[in-house]
């Protein structure tokens, strides 16, 4: 079935520092993919978003692209935040109705001021 | 606009007593909809999905079960909480017929004592 792999972390950065969570994927047919952020005590939210090969999704900062060669989209950003602190899932889509969202098991970010 | 409602935001319920959590949607209709499960420091576990009034899907069996009496309400129960019930409960939904993103609920925090 279909399956994502990401770096459990947690990671902790120095603000301004760059960043880069790995994510790599295992899919039938042509996924879409996405990141999405979890704040605390508070439910996802999504970050980007990609739906076929060599799109690059961005927000606030974020970028990812999406690699059908390597099966990958690393999230990166070239300056993080304290604010930016948070849990990161990597997830993707392969059923054209939506019935199966599969998620990585969430990059754990701490950003020190 | 499309909103997501979900409800209590936390609730402390005792070993033995039933549970019921409730999630509607506005502003669209026939959604998927998605009960998702998220234990202490790990990632998210699907327990139901639902395509269509009356129709659930469930991914883990256990003591909880899932009901969609309405197009755009989707309600999680259990007859008798075990401890191992505790966690973050996630609904969410996504457009049918797309593979778009899903969009997530605030979350409850259930505490079985």
């Known amino acids: 079935g279909d399956s994502v792999t990401q770096m459990e972390g947690p990671v902790t950065l120095s603000e301004e520092a760059c960043l880069t969570i790995?994510?790599?994927?295992?899919?039938?047919?042509?996924?879409?993919l996405f990141w999405y952020v979890q704040y605390p005590g508070e439910g996802l939210q999504l970050l980007l978003k990609a739906t076929k090969a060599d799109d690059k999704g961005s927000n606030k900062g974020f970028e990812a692209t999406y690699r059908k060669e390597t099966t990958s989209f690393h999230l990166e950003k070239g300056s993080v935040q304290v604010s930016d602190s948070a849990v990161y899932f990597c997830?993707?889509?392969?059923?054209?109705?939506?019935?199966?969202?599969?998620f990585g098991p969430g990059t754990r970010l701490s950003v020190l001021p | 606009s499309q909103t997501i409602h979900q409800w209590p935001a936390t609730l402390v319920q005792p070993v033995g007593s039933p549970l019921s959590l409730e999630c509607t949607v506005e502003g669209t209709s026939n959604p998927n909809l998605y009960w998702y499960r998220q234990a202490a420091g790990r990632g998210l576990q699907l327990l139901f999905y639902s395509v269509g009034i009356g129709q659930i899907s469930s991914e883990v069996p256990q003591n909880l079960s899932a009901s969609r009496p309405q197009d755009r309400q989707f309600i999680l129960s259990s007859k008798k909480l075990l401890l191992s019930d505790s966690g973050f409960y996630l609904c969410a939904w996504s457009v049918w017929g797309t593979s778009t993103e899903a969009f997530f609920g605030q979350g409850t925090r259930l505490t079985v004592v």
């Open positions: 790995n994510c790599t994927y295992t899919a039938t047919g042509y996924p879409s």
């Open positions: 997830a993707l889509t392969s059923d054209n109705y939506g019935q199966n969202f599969v």
